[in-house]
């Protein structure tokens, strides 16, 4: 083989590993696809998160109801806190030998770059369900005996635990049955959620359209995902794309390195941080599992 060859060869490796990679990582990302993509070029990255009550009848200590002829307006303020956080890297690499891709029957190299992907946007999706879970700004607790795996199967109401997180939301002026409203779940919550006759049988419940980023099925208005970020006896009902930032940094790269005749190096990262600017757009159920 001509010399030029084998350059156009290597390079169209190169582009063939970034690509699939990229592709593995869009696919995989859950808590991610829920997120607002915004950019970032600082280090420390600053917002203010909202902490308003829409039902409360108050402006600096007047009501907003009933104001009297010719008396002075309430003030109303947007009541926020300022949190900052450092741009986080993700990253990870890989390295394949020249004799795993030219002669073992096991596709290494595609493995490989399956693993890589996943295991860096795994992480990033960990990161943000993690500040989820501490920062939602709406809870509703199932009461014991009542969980998704109760020993009384007649307990077991998540439709009922579903909608209260939505009319919890709902209170603070937050709408999760516009068609953005998601009910996030792991596996093993999933399992009890999908094998629940209450569910199964209920009017509401349907396919996905087309399954991609762990969304299977969808129940009184809400699309279910599934992802195993999600801490054990909690789950989550809450609007995506709204109060749910990533602050970019840099988007996935890939970059390849071949030591010629021994092995070829995959190399990915991404830099970024999650950002909860708007918590009473997130209800965490808590109480699960038995």
Not at 70 to 81: G, H, K, R, S
Not at 83 to 111: C, F, H, W
Not at 170 to 194: K, W
Request: proline content about 2%; some cysteine.
């Amino acid at each position: 083989m001509a010399a030029g060859s084998e350059l156009v060869n290597t390079d169209l490796r190169k582009e063939f590993i970034d690509s699939a990679v990229k592709a593995v990582v869009k696919i995989e990302e859950k808590w991610k696809a829920m997120c607002t993509i915004d950019t970032s070029s600082a280090w420390t990255e600053s917002y203010f998160r909202e902490t308003n009550d829409d039902s409360t009848d108050t402006g600096n200590q007047s009501p907003i109801k009933g104001i009297r002829e010719y008396a002075a307006f309430p003030f109303i303020d947007v009541t926020e806190t300022k949190v900052s956080s450092v741009i986080d890297k993700y990253a990870g690499e890989s390295i394949i030998s020249l004799e795993a891709q030219s002669n073992i029957t096991v596709p290494m190299l595609q493995r490989k770059i399956y693993r890589i992907g996943r295991k860096i946007i795994y992480q990033v999706d960990v990161a943000i369900e993690a500040s989820v879970s501490t920062n939602a700004g709406n809870t509703v607790a199932i009461t014991a005996g009542n969980e998704w795996d109760s020993a009384t199967i007649a307990n077991r109401d998540p439709v009922k635990d579903f909608l209260d997180a939505i009319q919890t939301l709902r209170v603070d002026g937050i709408d999760a049955l516009d068609g953005s409203g998601l009910l996030v779940v792991n596996g093993n919550d999933y399992t009890n959620i999908i094998s629940n006759t209450k569910v199964l049988n209920h009017p509401t419940f349907k396919e996905v359209s087309a399954v991609q980023n762990g969304r299977v099925h969808k129940i009184v208005g809400l699309t279910i995902v599934i992802s195993e970020a999600v801490q054990a006896d909690q789950a989550y009902v809450l609007v995506e794309k709204k109060g749910m930032v990533w602050k970019q940094a840099e988007a996935m790269n890939v970059v390849t390195t071949e030591e010629v005749g021994k092995w070829t190096t995959i190399r990915a990262w991404e830099r970024g941080v999650f950002q909860l600017q708007a918590p009473n757009e997130v209800c965490k159920i808590t109480n699960t599992r038995a």
